[in-house]
């Protein structure tokens, strides 16, 4: 019996030994003389050793002189990866998909073919009219209080800005406890609804958006201010616009510029999406090297043809562009951005 036991006591010693010990330090050794730079998280650095990303790893881009990635539901996090989890019936989703389009979405057919429609959004909005109703501020935030205090809470400077409003319409925030008794104490989330219903009736066609100005000391200051156009508008109330404008054909865009990956950390667009960003890209890096767009645009299509590579040797899939990749590129050909 204590034979037995102690043949099997050396075998899973020596199994322990074999697939704990040697087998992860075989590994280790493989990857690092033959791939060190894959085995150690692919990281990219610059001239000087500083990290600059890793090829693995999504991360946002903010100057238009580059490809954006994927949005991200995880911030482009890497500690935290995940996905949104939003149903495909939670508004929530719908929001976040349509504050994509809205800036990008152009006319389909008709006089304004190829055009932006961004411009017509704001220009119904300054009408504040929606479904034949006024106040499309209040509208909006009685429809999605979530949307409402999402948008409180999104900033210090907006919760601020209600606890502000707060103190000068004492009669609402009373109107507002009345209605909650259980809140005697309303935090600026909390009025988020309220703040926008009062806020619509005193600044119709207008929507509190960050306004940064120049002091004559050369000092850039920003305040949250009534805006009548700009990325806010476009964004947020396009939803808004097109169910107003249902018959109005408008051009597809790339699924994956507007949809989050399951990580939220997709290093990789699709070449469509990439070629869809070009012209914007091309015309900004034209501007800052005072160059003819046309040959910028060839240029980096020409990059972006030479990157591009699909799955498994392009035997499956469509093809894909590391955005991290062909951003660096782009850097080491025109340099840094104005």
Same mark, same amino acid.
């Given at each position: 019996m204590l034979r037995y036991v102690s043949k099997s006591a050396l075998l899973i010693g020596i199994t322990v030994v074999v697939m704990c010990g040697f087998y992860p330090a075989a590994l280790w050794v493989f990857g690092q003389v033959l791939f060190p730079f894959q085995a150690n998280g692919s990281i990219v650095r610059d001239a000087d050793g500083k990290?600059?990303?890793?090829?693995?790893?999504?991360?946002?881009?903010?100057?238009?002189?580059y490809f954006q990635p994927r949005p991200s539901a995880a911030s482009y996090d890497a500690t935290a990866s995940t996905s949104s989890g939003y149903a495909t019936s939670n508004y929530a989703l719908r929001d976040r998909v349509a504050r994509v389009i809205g800036p990008l979405a152009t006319y389909a057919s008709g006089d304004k073919k190829g055009q932006p429609v961004a411009p017509d959004v704001e220009a119904w909005f300054q009408a504040d009219k929606a479904g034949g109703n006024p106040h499309i501020v209040g509208q909006w935030a009685n429809a999605h209080n979530s949307l409402a205090q999402g948008w409180v809470t999104g900033d210090p400077t907006h919760g601020a800005y209600v606890d502000d409003w707060a103190k000068s319409h004492a009669d609402a925030v009373k109107d507002w406890i009345k209605n909650n008794p259980a809140t005697p104490q309303p935090k600026a989330a909390d009025l988020a609804v309220a703040f926008f219903t009062s806020y619509s009736n005193e600044h119709p066609g207008t929507f509190p958006s960050a306004v940064t100005k120049t002091g004559a000391d050369g000092k850039s200051t920003t305040d949250i201010e009534p805006v009548t156009s700009g990325s806010d508008i476009?964004?947020?109330?396009?939803?808004?616009?097109?169910?107003?404008?249902?018959? %109005?054909?408008?051009?597809? /865009?790339?699924?994956?510029?507007?949809?989050?990956?399951?990580?939220?950390?997709?290093?990789?667009?699709?070449?469509?999406?990439?070629e869809f960003q070009l012209d914007r890209v091309a015309a900004k890096w034209a501007a800052d090297k005072k160059r003819d767009v046309a040959d910028v645009r060839k240029e980096i299509e020409a990059i972006l043809q030479d990157k591009a590579q699909a799955p498994w040797g392009g035997l499956i899939g469509e093809k894909l562009?590391? %955005?991290?990749?062909?951003? /660096?590129?782009?850097?080491?050909?025109?340099?840094?951005?104005a």
């Amino acid at each position: 019996m204590l034979r037995y036991v102690s043949k099997s006591a050396l075998l899973i010693g020596i199994t322990v030994v074999v697939m704990c010990g040697f087998y992860p330090a075989a590994l280790w050794v493989f990857g690092q003389v033959l791939f060190p730079f894959q085995a150690n998280g692919s990281i990219v650095r610059d001239a000087d050793g500083k990290v600059i990303g890793s090829l693995l790893v999504a991360q946002p881009f903010t100057k238009d002189e580059y490809f954006q990635p994927r949005p991200s539901a995880a911030s482009y996090d890497a500690t935290a990866s995940t996905s949104s989890g939003y149903a495909t019936s939670n508004y929530a989703l719908r929001d976040r998909v349509a504050r994509v389009i809205g800036p990008l979405a152009t006319y389909a057919s008709g006089d304004k073919k190829g055009q932006p429609v961004a411009p017509d959004v704001e220009a119904w909005f300054q009408a504040d009219k929606a479904g034949g109703n006024p106040h499309i501020v209040g509208q909006w935030a009685n429809a999605h209080n979530s949307l409402a205090q999402g948008w409180v809470t999104g900033d210090p400077t907006h919760g601020a800005y209600v606890d502000d409003w707060a103190k000068s319409h004492a009669d609402a925030v009373k109107d507002w406890i009345k209605n909650n008794p259980a809140t005697p104490q309303p935090k600026a989330a909390d009025l988020a609804v309220a703040f926008f219903t009062s806020y619509s009736n005193e600044h119709p066609g207008t929507f509190p958006s960050a306004v940064t100005k120049t002091g004559a000391d050369g000092k850039s200051t920003t305040d949250i201010e009534p805006v009548t156009s700009g990325s806010d508008i476009q964004s947020i109330f396009f939803d808004m616009w097109r169910q107003d404008h249902a018959d %109005v054909a408008l051009n597809d /865009l790339p699924g994956d510029l507007v949809t989050a990956s399951a990580s939220g950390l997709d290093p990789h667009i699709t070449l469509e999406n990439a070629e869809f960003q070009l012209d914007r890209v091309a015309a900004k890096w034209a501007a800052d090297k005072k160059r003819d767009v046309a040959d910028v645009r060839k240029e980096i299509e020409a990059i972006l043809q030479d990157k591009a590579q699909a799955p498994w040797g392009g035997l499956i899939g469509e093809k894909l562009v590391n %955005v991290l990749d062909v951003n /660096l590129e782009l850097h080491k050909r025109y340099g840094d951005p104005a």
